[in-house]
C-alpha cells in the first residue's frame, strides 16, 4: 500500500511539474523551440570560439558579444510598443525567418574561407537588432498560449527548462563539432534548427489575437510603460537587480574562452563542457520552479539565488582545475536561472495586460540589454586586470547587490500582498 501510496505521489508531482503542456499551442512552441535552442546554443559556442582563434583578443570577444545584444538595450522599449499593438504570433515567425538567414550567411562566410570579424560585427548587430523584437514578443506570448492563466508560472518555468536544455547540450555539441569540423558546420546546424520553430508556429491554431495596447503616440506609450514598470516598487526592484546582475554577474560567458584555453589550458571541449555545466545547473533550476505550485516565496528565492550566482563566481574565478571549474559553473547556472525566471514570473503575475509587451520589453532590456555593456567592461578590464581578477571584482559587487534586495523584500511584500489577496493567491481571513 505504502508503494503505491509513493508511485500515485510520484505521478501527481510529474502531471503538477509539466501541466502547462496539456495546452496544444504551448506543446508545439515547447517542441519547435527545443530543437531550435539547440543550434542557437551551438552557434553562439562556436561564434566566441571563432572570434578569439581569429584574434587573440578579449577585448574583440566583448565588442562581439556587445555587438550582439546591445539592440536589445536601444529597440525593445520601442519594440514594446509595438508588440503590445501587432499580432504576436506574426512577429515571430517574421523574426525566426529572419534569424535563420542570418545564421546561413555566417556559415556561407566561414565555409568559404572568406569571414572576417568585421562580417561577425555587422551579422551580430543584425541578429541583435531581431531578438530586440523577437525576445518580448515570445515573452508576451507565452500568455496567449496558455488558456488557464494558473498555469502560467509553470508555462514560464517549462520554457526555461527548455532554454537550459539547449544550453547543456549546445555547448558541448559545439565543442565537438568545432574540433572536428570547424565552427561553419555549427552556423548550418543552426540554421536548419530554425526550420522547428517556424514549423510550430504555423501549425499553432490561434483563433484571434487582438492587439492590446491603447491607440497612442509611440513617445506616449514608451513614456507610459517605462512610468508603469518604474513607478511599482516590486518591479522597479526586480528589474534593478537583473540590471545590475546582468551587467556585472553574468557577461562572465563571454571570458569562457580565456578561462578554457588560458587559465584551464584546454581547448575547444574544454570551452563546451564549462558552458555545458552551466547548462546543466540551469535546467535543475528550470525544473525545480516548474515543480512548485505558488508564486510565494519566490522574492526571498531571487535574493539567495543572486547570493549564489556571486558566491560561486567569485570561486570559479580562482579555480584552476576544471572538475572544480565545472562543479562552481554548475552552480552558477543554477542561480542565475532561479533569480531571472523567479523574476520574470512575478513581473508577468503583476503586470496588467495591456502593458505587457512593454514591461516584458523592459525585462528584455534590463535582462540581455545590459550583458553587453557588460561584456565590454568584462572585456575591457580582463586585458588590464586579467580575467580571474575581473571576475572576482564584478561578483563581489554582485553580492551587495543580493543584500540590498533582500533588506527590501518586507516593504515590497507589503505592497505586493493586496493584489495577491485580489487574484486569489493569498486568503484573506
Given amino acids: 500500500m505504502k508503494t503505491d501510496t509513493v508511485d500515485a505521489d510520484g505521478k501527481a508531482r510529474s502531471r ?9 499551442n504551448f506543446r508545439l512552441f515547447l517542441s519547435g523551440q527545443s530543437i531550435s535552442l539547440i543550434g542557437t546554443w551551438m552557434q553562439r559556442t562556436a561564434m566566441s570560439w571563432l572570434v578569439y582563434r581569429l584574434t587573440d583578443s578579449t577585448v574583440l570577444l566583448g565588442v ?4 550582439d545584444q546591445v539592440p536589445t538595450f536601444f529597440l525593445s522599449p520601442l519594440a ?5 499593438r501587432w499580432n504576436r504570433h506574426r512577429v515571430l515567425i517574421v523574426t525566426q525567418t529572419l534569424a535563420l538567414l542570418q545564421a546561413l550567411t555566417v556559415a556561407v562566410l566561414i565555409l568559404t574561407g572568406t569571414i572576417a570579424v568585421w562580417h561577425i560585427i555587422v551579422l551580430s548587430l543584425f541578429l541583435g ?5 523577437d525576445m518580448p514578443t515570445r515573452q508576451a506570448f507565452v500568455v496567449k498560449m496558455v488558456d488557464d492563466r494558473g498555469d502560467l508560472a509553470n508555462a514560464i ?3 526555461s527548462s527548455m532554454v537550459h536544455v539547449a544550453r547543456m547540450v549546445g555547448p558541448s555539441a559545439a565543442g565537438i563539432i568545432v574540433g572536428a569540423f570547424g565552427e561553419g558546420v555549427c552556423f548550418l546546424i543552426n540554421a536548419a534548427s530554425y526550420v522547428a520553430v517556424i514549423l510550430s508556429l504555423l501549425l499553432m491554431k490561434i483563433v484571434h489575437i487582438e492587439p492590446n495596447g491603447k491607440k497612442m503616440d509611440v513617445v506616449e506609450g514608451l513614456k507610459e510603460g517605462f512610468g508603469y514598470a518604474f513607478g511599482f516598487a516590486p518591479i522597479r526592484a526586480i528589474l534593478l537587480l537583473i540590471a545590475w546582475v546582468s551587467l556585472l554577474g553574468m557577461p562572465y560567458m563571454v571570458l569562457m574562452p580565456v578561462f578554457a584555453r588560458d587559465i584551464l589550458h584546454g581547448g575547444p571541449r574544454t570551452l563546451g563542457f564549462l558552458m555545458g555545466a552551466s547548462g ?8 525545480y520552479l516548474a515543480s512548485r505550485r505558488t508564486v510565494l516565496g519566490l522574492g526571498r528565492k531571487i535574493a539567495m539565488a543572486c547570493a549564489l550566482l556571486s558566491a560561486s563566481l567569485i570561486a570559479f574565478s580562482q579555480s584552476r582545475s ?3 571549474s565545472t562543479i562552481l559553473l554548475l552552480a552558477a547556472g543554477f542561480g542565475t536561472i532561479v533569480q531571472i525566471t523567479s523574476s520574470n514570473t512575478i513581473i508577468q503575475t503583476l503586470v496588467e495586460e495591456d502593458k505587457r509587451g512593454r514591461v516584458m520589453a523592459i525585462f528584455a532590456m534590463a535582462f540581455m540589454g545590459m550583458v553587453p555593456f557588460g561584456c565590454l567592461l568584462e572585456g575591457k578590464l580582463a586585458s588590464l586586470l586579467g580575467a580571474s581578477n575581473t571576475l572576482l571584482i564584478n561578483s563581489a559587487c554582485c553580492i551587495l547587490a543580493a543584500i540590498l534586495f533582500a533588506r527590501k523584500l518586507p516593504s515590497l511584500r507589503e505592497i505586493v500582498r493586496p493584489i495577491y489577496v485580489k487574484m486569489g493567491i493569498i486568503r484573506e481571513y
Avoid: C, E, Q
Wanted: aromatic share 16%; net charge positive; glycine share 6%.
Fill in 16 to 24: 503538477h511539474m509539466f501541466r502547462a503542456l496539456r495546452h496544444p
Fill in 64 to 67: 562581439v558579444a556587445f555587438a
Fill in 80 to 84: 514594446g510598443v509595438f508588440i503590445d
Fill in 129 to 133: 537588432t531581431v531578438n530586440a523584437f
Fill in 157 to 159: 518555468a517549462l520554457n
Fill in 280 to 287: 546543466v545547473g540551469a535546467l535543475t533550476a528550470a525544473l
Fill in 322 to 324: 576544471f572538475w572544480l
